[in-house]
């Protein structure tokens, strides 16, 4: 399983940034996906998660409303579109398959984003 997440950077508050994930080494079209999050100090976050064919989709409450996850299934690639960011988006973001609970059973090496000014 490999997982590469380009697309993080500096934003300023109110702005918006689209990460993408490309997946390979699994059938990424049967899979659902994940984006957690991790802030410095803090825990990993579920941040949103999607079914395979896209029908079934998850948003923590942090982000509803903001943040809308897609996938596209022919080029196994993995989305999150991030509007009105805030400073409380800042964290490091991971694409992640298998997502338990609690912890995936595979993610990327991530990719910052921080919103400052």
């Known amino acids: 399983v490999q997982l590469v997440e380009p697309g993080g950077g500096l934003v300023q508050p109110g702005g918006s940034l689209r990460l993408s994930c490309a997946a390979s080494?699994?059938?990424?079209?049967?899979?659902?996906m994940t984006w957690v999050r991790q802030a410095l100090g803090k825990g990993l976050e579920r941040v949103s998660s999607?079914?395979?064919?896209?029908?079934?989709?998850y948003y923590a409450d942090s982000v509803k409303g903001r943040f809308t996850i897609s996938r596209d299934n022919a080029r196994n690639i993995l989305y999150l579109q991030m509007n009105s960011l805030r400073s409380e988006d800042t964290a490091e973001y991971y694409c992640?398959?298998?997502?338990?609970?609690?912890?995936?059973?595979?993610r990327g090496q991530g990719t910052q984003v921080t919103v400052s000014s």
């Open positions: 992640a398959k298998g997502w338990t609970g609690t912890s995936a059973q595979s």
């Open positions: 080494g699994f059938t990424f079209g049967i899979s659902s």
């Open positions: 999607i079914t395979p064919g896209g029908g079934s989709i």
